[in-house]
């Protein structure tokens, strides 16, 4: 299912980088707090949801 989503047109690569990281981390307090409950808020853990996207975008990658 990932991958047709990918597939369609106009969705950009899968960005994975560093930079992609930072500027995540940047949004966290200004974007995603004010959306989660405070409790989904605090059990967030950017580093291991982006360590999910990478390790799919390295399978879909192959």
Do not use: T
């Amino acid at each position: 299912m990932i991958a047709r989503k990918i597939e369609v047109p106009d969705n950009g690569a899968i960005d994975v980088s560093d930079a992609r990281l930072q500027a995540l981390r940047q949004q966290i307090d200004a974007q995603l707090k004010p959306v989660l409950r405070s409790q989904d808020f605090s059990r967030f853990a950017l580093d291991r949801a982006f360590d999910v996207v990478r390790s799919v975008a390295g399978e879909l990658c192959k």
